[in-house]
């Protein structure tokens, strides 16, 4: 039973690019979070989504950032016109149910802005 | 060796010694709790999880420990190994109805051989 998967693992983009964040879950988890992590600093939440529903983005900001979680195939995670201030570990998380349940996590995607 | 709060976010022990990580959280109407162990480069690890409703919950070598009274968590890690030297973040759930982790500042634990 695979783990959560994320891609790309590292990711470079320059000022003003999209950045695509993917994620898969665990087999039979309809449940996924989203995290972001600076350096040396603990994970923020950001989203959580249900199957095609956005259940709370109280962590996301209002602009250029957006989650989906399609019926089919994999979250993605979407900043458009990145910055520099968006260079972070972006980690995604699933569970089986949506509270006070076992969140496993992916091993990241390191995103770099230049 | 033990740290308080999160004052001390290091944390170094000598090899098959016992240590204990402490939490504060923040919300008295969290119902939930994780102990996660991140290694470097590494996503978050699930160890451990404890509901509200109970005090004490033992796994293989470590042992939660809440008090709700003070809004306390401790990671207790028995005759620590050198695998074990990573950073670990407690994490409560606030969300009302649904799943949304806060994480702590987290503490690096370091093993001595």
């Known amino acids: 039973n695979a783990g959560v998967m994320q891609n790309p693992r590292h990711l470079v983009r320059r000022r003003g690019q999209e950045a695509r964040l993917r994620c898969s879950p665990m087999?039979?988890?309809?449940?996924v979070y989203w995290y972001r992590q600076l350096p040396e600093e603990g994970l923020k939440f950001m989203v959580y989504?249900?199957?095609?529903?956005?259940?709370?983005e109280s962590g996301m900001p209002k602009e250029r950032f957006s989650a989906e979680f399609p019926k089919e195939g994999p979250s993605i995670l979407r900043i458009q016109q990145v910055v520099r201030g968006d260079s972070a570990a972006y980690f995604c998380a699933s569970s089986s149910q949506g509270k006070n349940t076992e969140a496993f996590f992916g091993q990241g995607t390191r995103l770099t802005v230049v | 060796g033990e740290n308080v709060g999160l004052h001390l976010p290091t944390l170094s022990v000598q090899e098959g010694d016992n240590s204990i990580i402490n939490c504060a959280y923040s919300n008295s109407a969290s119902d939930y709790f994780i102990w996660y162990k991140q290694e470097s480069g590494k996503g978050p690890q699930f160890i451990i999880d404890?509901?509200?409703?109970?005090d004490k919950r033992q796994g293989q070598r470590v042992t939660v420990l809440l008090n709700k009274t003070v809004k306390h968590l401790s990671l207790q890690i028995a005759a620590t190994q050198p695998g074990d030297s990573a950073v670990y973040f407690c994490a409560e759930n606030m969300g009302i109805g649904a799943q949304k982790l806060v994480f702590g500042q987290g503490t690096r634990l370091t093993i001595n051989p």
């Open positions: 989504l249900q199957k095609e529903n956005i259940i709370d």
């Open positions: 087999k039979g988890h309809s449940h």
């Open positions: 404890i509901r509200s409703n109970m």
